[in-house]
């Protein structure tokens, strides 16, 4: 078995396609030198593939950690920075303190987030390997990152093809950046994925936003989308990699295309005319652009047998005054007007929202009448966050809200949250219908119906596959990659980590469920998840 971790694992068993190395491009290098591109290249070994690797000792291929965090749009970055590691000849280490060179994927969302990620960065910084730094953070505050280990190198979000190059370079004792936006579009690169039944696609990168409050902005820049065709490629090759479940995500899905002459719709239809049988679930989507759309969306919504009824719209507030503030480019009337549509169409369509709980200058007035949105809005999930000053966005120079009051306002924000969840879910009882599985939890399998409910199986369906392999001391061991295999040795075969929500990896090859569409009907529930039996 081999796997990584992040906050979740990652699972080794993807086949790659060619990736044509790189040149070091735009790379800065620390404390140093300034050395031409090429000369770095010349100072790079970089293995290859095939028949260099048939020949190469297994204990010199190197080794490499990699954990990540945030969103979904991190995660692919991961899975492709871990593929096109894995392709060019570097294998996965069982820790950090083993591993040739660690990377982390970084999120910069949030205070708390950053003060995680710092804390992170360090504990790598003292296994004392060399060390990249990745995702947002160092986009968005390199002055930060440097002060938390000034010897590791940094990529940003849109340099990620860059990673091999940049690994040997760190390896070989050079401290790099590379921080400029790469020519290459993050679409049908080799990676691993998170999982085996979930292929996370990155339709575009950046936004046309300008939230006063978001650091994502200034770490991601402006909307680039990738072509539809690039993008139908990459689904194809994941479902012949065994993928059922395509997430397509973006910082906005909403603006998808509209720097390069298209949209969101007709990126859909094109997903729609995939021969093969699996689900979509269309990530997050601002009002702004949604309400451009949403006839045509709401049609697909409501014929596609592909995809998931479940829409993700980032309210933040409820208070038009911040709104305004916020920048948002939508109006409170905009948000009802689209949730009365949608479900006017599709009237148990799962939502998802996020709100903001005290952005500067919010009043007890701001603040109710953003409980009085959630309320109309019903919304199945909603994402709730305290506001963060982060260092750059406009937000953090106006007037704070002060925490007691932010805490007290988040603590009835929740309340009313779970009492939404909780009697939404109660409608599913005694539901019945196919569910699409797509994880195991805590010994369970673990799926979503057409409407991405998420669904727990009380027994498996014939009540002896999970029980028999989770009691066994020696569960079989996974298959891998031909790749892998070739130069794996038994201490490898045999590596097992213990945390995260894959650490039961084993199992996801070896289970004949996982995938696959069960019938089922709920018989319980609570605000976080249906509890259900196999019909």
């Given at each position: 078995?081999?796997?990584?971790?992040?906050?979740?694992?990652?699972?080794?068993?993807?086949?790659?396609?060619?990736?044509?190395?790189?040149?070091?491009?735009?790379?800065?290098?620390?404390?140093?030198?300034?050395?031409?591109?090429?000369?770095?290249?010349?100072?790079?070994?970089?293995?290859?593939?095939?028949?260099?690797?048939?020949?190469?000792?297994?204990?010199?291929?190197?080794?490499?950690?990699?954990?990540?965090?945030?969103?979904?749009?991190?995660?692919?970055?991961?899975?492709?920075?871990?593929?096109?590691?894995?392709?060019?000849?570097?294998?996965?280490?069982?820790?950090?303190?083993?591993?040739?060179?660690?990377?982390?994927?970084?999120?910069?969302?949030?205070?708390?987030?950053?003060?995680?990620?710092?804390?992170?960065?360090?504990?790598?910084?003292?296994?004392?390997?060399?060390?990249?730094?990745?995702?947002?953070?160092?986009?968005?505050?390199?002055?930060?990152?440097?002060?938390?280990?000034s010897h590791a190198s940094i990529i940003g979000p849109n340099s990620i093809?860059?990673?091999?190059?940049?690994?040997?370079?760190?390896?070989?004792?050079?401290?790099?950046?590379?921080?400029?936006?790469?020519?290459?579009?993050?679409?049908?690169?080799?990676?691993?994925?998170?999982?085996?039944?979930?292929?996370?696609?990155?339709?575009?990168?950046?936004?046309?936003?300008?939230?006063?409050?978001?650091?994502?902005?200034?770490?991601?820049?402006?909307?680039?989308?990738?072509?539809?065709?690039?993008?139908?490629?990459?689904?194809?090759?994941?479902?012949?990699?065994?993928?059922?479940?395509?997430?397509?995500?973006?910082?906005?899905?909403?603006?998808?295309?509209?720097?390069?002459?298209?949209?969101?719709?007709?990126?859909?239809?094109?997903?729609?005319?995939?021969?093969?049988?699996?689900?979509?679930?269309?990530?997050?989507?601002?009002?702004?652009?949604?309400?451009?759309?949403?006839?045509?969306?709401?049609?697909?919504?409501?014929?596609?047998?592909?995809?998931?009824?479940?829409?993700?719209?980032?309210?933040?507030?409820?208070?038009?005054?911040?709104?305004?503030?916020?920048?948002?480019?939508?109006?409170?009337?905009?948000?009802?007007?689209?949730?009365?549509?949608?479900?006017?169409?599709?009237?148990?369509?799962?939502?998802?929202?996020?709100?903001?709980?005290?952005?500067?200058?919010?009043?007890?007035?701001?603040?109710?009448?953003?409980?009085?949105?959630?309320?109309?809005?019903?919304?199945?999930?909603?994402?709730?966050?305290?506001?963060?000053?982060?260092?750059?966005?406009?937000?953090?120079?106006?007037?704070?809200?002060?925490?007691?009051?932010?805490?007290?306002?988040?603590?009835?924000?929740?309340?009313?949250?779970?009492?939404?969840?909780?009697?939404?879910?109660?409608?599913?009882?005694?539901?019945?219908?196919?569910?699409?599985?797509?994880?195991?939890?805590?010994?369970?399998?673990?799926?979503?119906?057409?409407?991405?409910?998420?669904?727990?199986?009380?027994?498996?369906?014939?009540?002896?596959?999970?029980?028999?392999?989770?009691?066994?001391?020696?569960?079989?061991?996974?298959?891998?990659?031909?790749?892998?295999?070739?130069?794996?040795?038994?201490?490898?075969?045999?590596?097992?980590?213990?945390?995260?929500?894959?650490?039961?990896?084993?199992?996801?090859?070896?289970?004949?469920?996982?995938?696959?569409?069960?019938?089922?009907?709920?018989?319980?529930?609570?605000?976080?998840?249906?509890?259900?039996?196999?019909?």
């Amino acid at each position: 078995m081999n796997s990584i971790i992040t906050n979740r694992t990652i699972d080794g068993t993807s086949n790659f396609i060619s990736l044509k190395p790189q040149l070091i491009d735009h790379i800065k290098l620390l404390n140093r030198t300034k050395i031409p591109s090429e000369k770095i290249n010349r100072k790079i070994n970089v293995v290859g593939s095939g028949e260099e690797l048939k020949n190469y000792n297994y204990q010199q291929i190197p080794s490499f950690w990699i954990e990540g965090y945030g969103c979904s749009a991190n995660f692919a970055d991961l899975e492709m920075m871990a593929g096109q590691l894995k392709q060019r000849g570097f294998r996965l280490a069982e820790n950090p303190e083993n591993a040739c060179i660690n990377l982390i994927v970084t999120c910069s969302v949030k205070n708390s987030t950053e003060h995680k990620m710092i804390n992170r960065i360090k504990y790598l910084t003292n296994t004392n390997k060399p060390l990249i730094i990745a995702g947002c953070l160092p986009a968005a505050d390199e002055g930060l990152v440097r002060s938390a280990n000034s010897h590791a190198s940094i990529i940003g979000p849109n340099s990620i093809d860059k990673v091999v190059e940049v690994a040997h370079a760190t390896m070989g004792g050079q401290i790099v950046s590379v921080l400029e936006n790469s020519q290459i579009e993050k679409i049908n690169i080799p990676k691993l994925r998170i999982s085996p039944i979930i292929s996370i696609v990155e339709i575009s990168s950046g936004c046309l936003s300008e939230c006063t409050f978001c650091q994502t902005k200034l770490a991601k820049g402006d909307l680039r989308s990738y072509r539809i065709g690039e993008i139908v490629k990459q689904i194809r090759q994941d479902l012949i990699q065994g993928s059922k479940e395509i997430w397509l995500t973006s910082t906005d899905n909403g603006c998808y295309g509209l720097d390069i002459g298209t949209n969101l719709i007709n990126l859909l239809k094109s997903c729609e005319k995939i021969e093969q049988e699996f689900r979509i679930r269309l990530g997050m989507m601002n009002p702004m652009y949604l309400n451009r759309m949403l006839n045509d969306l709401s049609m697909l919504y409501s014929e596609s047998n592909k995809l998931f009824k479940f829409i993700h719209i980032p309210i933040q507030s409820g208070s038009e005054r911040v709104l305004r503030k916020m920048k948002r480019g939508h109006t409170v009337n905009t948000v009802k007007d689209l949730v009365t549509r949608l479900k006017d169409k599709i009237p148990e369509i799962t939502i998802a929202t996020d709100i903001i709980t005290g952005f500067p200058t919010e009043t007890n007035e701001d603040f109710e009448q953003t409980l009085d949105l959630i309320s109309f809005i019903d919304p199945d999930i909603v994402n709730s966050s305290k506001f963060s000053s982060r260092p750059g966005t406009a937000a953090s120079k106006l007037m704070k809200v002060n925490d007691d009051i932010i805490s007290s306002r988040s603590e009835r924000l929740h309340k009313l949250i779970k009492a939404i969840a909780k009697r939404r879910n109660s409608k599913w009882i005694n539901w019945e219908g196919e569910i699409l599985i797509n994880e195991i939890e805590n010994g369970k399998l673990k799926g979503r119906n057409d409407f991405y409910k998420s669904i727990i199986l009380d027994r498996d369906p014939d009540e002896s596959f999970l029980k028999s392999t989770t009691q066994t001391k020696n569960p079989p061991q996974r298959p891998d990659s031909k790749l892998y295999h070739k130069y794996t040795d038994q201490k490898e075969e045999n590596m097992v980590i213990d945390t995260g929500p894959y650490k039961n990896s084993t199992l996801y090859l070896e289970n004949p469920y996982l995938g696959k569409r069960i019938r089922a009907r709920v018989v319980s529930y609570s605000n976080h998840v249906l509890n259900a039996v196999p019909i």
